[in-house]
């Protein structure tokens, strides 16, 4: 029976779930679908509208009027009327002939006088044959009707005219004369007017101000130099270290590196220095260095076998002495800073710390060392920061001058501490001259919130 309970609960169970996959099946059809309308109804309408916009931009541009800069080839006026055209028709006469040399006649007599002459009056050539001017039948039609002429003085019409010259003697054939046709108008010469475009003063493309960056606030600078040897023989070499904090940039021999790192250096037949240089928050340069020496082996002499005869002195022989040269004296100093308050406000079962900076004062590579002259109840350290910690005191050692290290103070209060204020006083001294030069001491006063 309790197989068959647990075979029924199975059948049951995987109809259950046959039934959940197809309403999820029919679900996930029926919003496919829903999706495919949607996107197809988005479709039409996006390209109804696309389609409408293009057609109004079309319309809009058929029935507007001429842009600027164009020419409109439409004349300025209505054409005029036909104007009446007028002919003139000239007749050509026989040359006269020519007038025979005065005082002479044909026959070489001179001219019989004329009955003018001799009456004594003045006389004038023969007046040369007038030629009608032919004009079109209306302006003759009015002219004779505001003055009539006598029937030998009329003129002739156009007709006539055309008919007496194409059968008068020698006359040459004359096409019909078109009188309807129009004399073409000459359109007026359009004046264009283009205007220049000149972009408004709110158009030009505005001046970028460039926003200045602000510089990130740096804390007090750290740096520590130096060589892992400070003498060495001609060919041998040395780790020269750094590790600085808080400055801009950092420059060993010219060259950027990153804040913490060292180089193999080897000595040649000369002393070597090499240089660190930084720049600090406010922009400032400050170079470090850190020599190191050569150690020159001693030779030793080899005996000479010839014999050397000493000179005989003279009475006023003065040895030559060498001149003694000057060892400058190297000086040894140390000083120690807090960072930021000498108070520390401390919890139960919590650590508080504070830095603190050691900085070589004197002429030459030097170890610091870091001590307490007095400390409190509550456990201490201190630290470097490389990780090497120490209880009572701590060296950093082969400081170049000038260079500053720090040490981290670290106070660990227990869970039954009393409430009050627990005293640290610490002191540095330099190792070079054995600890004669110590710094000021200072005073750290940590205190339960």
Request: hydrophobic content about 35%.
């Amino acid at each position: 029976p309790a197989d068959d309970s647990i075979s029924h609960a199975l059948r049951e169970l995987e109809s259950e779930v046959k039934a959940s996959a197809e309403a999820q099946t029919r679900s996930r059809q029926r919003w496919g679908w829903i999706g495919a309308g949607l996107i197809f109804m988005s479709s039409l309408l996006c390209g109804g509208l696309f389609a409408g916009y293009v057609g109004w931009q079309l319309v809009n541009r058929d029935l507007m009027t001429a842009q600027p800069g164009t020419v409109s080839t439409l004349p300025s006026a209505q054409a005029p009327a036909a104007q009446p055209q007028l002919y003139i028709f000239v007749t050509a006469t026989s040359e006269p002939p020519a007038a025979p040399t005065a005082g002479e006649t044909d026959a070489g007599q001179p001219p019989a006088p004329s009955p003018g002459e001799l009456a004594g009056e003045q006389t004038f050539p023969e007046a040369v044959t007038p030629t009608p001017v032919l004009v079109q039948p209306q302006l003759a039609a009015s002219a004779q009707a505001a003055a009539p002429l006598p029937p030998d003085e009329q003129l002739p019409s156009i007709v006539d005219a055309a008919t007496a010259s194409a059968t008068g003697p020698g006359a040459i054939a004359t096409p019909p004369v078109n009188v309807q046709l129009e004399i073409p108008t000459r359109r007026p010469t359009p004046v264009l007017d283009i205007p220049t475009s000149t972009p408004a003063s709110d158009q030009l493309t505005p001046t970028v101000t460039p926003t200045p960056t602000p510089e990130p606030i740096l804390g007090t600078p750290v740096v520590i130099f130096s060589a892992q040897d400070t003498a060495l023989q001609e060919g041998d070499c040395t780790t020269v270290s750094w590790y600085v904090e808080n400055v801009r940039a950092v420059f060993y021999e010219n060259l950027g590196v990153n804040g913490q790192g060292e180089k193999e250096e080897c000595i040649d037949d000369d002393p070597d220095t090499y240089n660190l240089t930084v720049i600090l928050a406010d922009g400032s340069t400050r170079t470090y260095t850190t020599t190191v020496d050569l150690i020159i082996p001693t030779a030793t002499p080899a005996p000479t076998p010839t014999f050397t005869e000493a000179p005989e002195p003279t009475p006023t022989w003065t040895p030559n002495l060498p001149t003694a040269t000057p060892t400058l004296a190297t000086t040894y100093g140390v000083r120690l800073e807090v960072s930021g308050s000498a108070e520390l406000s401390c919890t139960r079962g919590a650590t508080c710390e504070t830095d603190l900076f050691l900085t070589n004062t004197g002429s030459g590579l030097d170890s610091l060392t870091l001590f307490f002259t007095e400390a409190g109840a509550w456990s201490r350290q201190l630290c470097r920061l490389d990780g090497v910690c120490a209880t009572d005191r701590l060296t950093l050692v082969n400081m170049g001058a000038g260079n500053t290290g720090v040490v981290r103070l670290r106070i660990t209060v227990p869970e039954n501490a009393e409430a009050g204020a627990v005293i640290y006083r610490l002191r540095a001294a330099t190792e070079g001259n054995g600890g004669a030069s110590v710094s000021d001491e200072i005073v750290i006063q940590a205190q339960l919130q």
